[in-house]
């Protein structure tokens, strides 16, 4: 018996601003973070939410840094600093990253080459941030089976 094909999932990411109201409650119930996935995968509109498709080339542009200009700017994306929030078998990581954070990463994206700022999802990932740095605000980066 052949068995019933089931549809690839692939690992997407989803970009959140997190003004400091937003904060306190996914601090106080970090389980926010599935629901605010289910909300974007159900065609909801999250305010400040940006959905990153080109993600994965975005990553290797930014660890393949050989001169040290890397690491900061991955943490746009794949973050190894700030908060971890919430993991289970959809939502692979979440991150709080907190506004001076936020800072240090657009700092580490104006630093790299322009070799490694092509494309609309470095442009998109870099306005992203630029806007939470302009306003204050944390971020919050899930990476989600979708």
């Given amino acids: 018996m052949k068995r019933p094909s089931r549809s690839r999932r692939t690992t997407r990411l989803l970009l959140i601003a997190v003004s400091p109201a937003r904060e306190l409650l996914l601090r106080a119930d970090p389980g926010l973070v599935k629901e605010l996935v289910e909300t974007h995968v159900s065609g909801k509109a999250i305010p400040g939410a940006l959905e990153v498709s080109e993600w994965t080339a975005l990553e290797r542009a930014f660890a393949e840094r050989p001169d040290g200009e890397g690491p900061g700017a991955i943490d746009a994306i794949a973050p190894r600093l700030g908060l971890p929030l919430y993991e289970d078998r959809d939502v692979e990581a979440s991150r709080y990253l907190r506004s001076a954070d936020v800072a240090r990463v657009v700092d580490a994206l104006r630093r790299l080459p322009p070799s ?31």
């Fill in 116 to 146: 490694a700022r092509e494309g609309s999802a470095f442009d998109s990932v870099l306005g992203f941030y630029e806007g939470l740095r302009g306003a204050g605000n944390g971020a919050l980066v899930i990476r989600y089976k979708g």
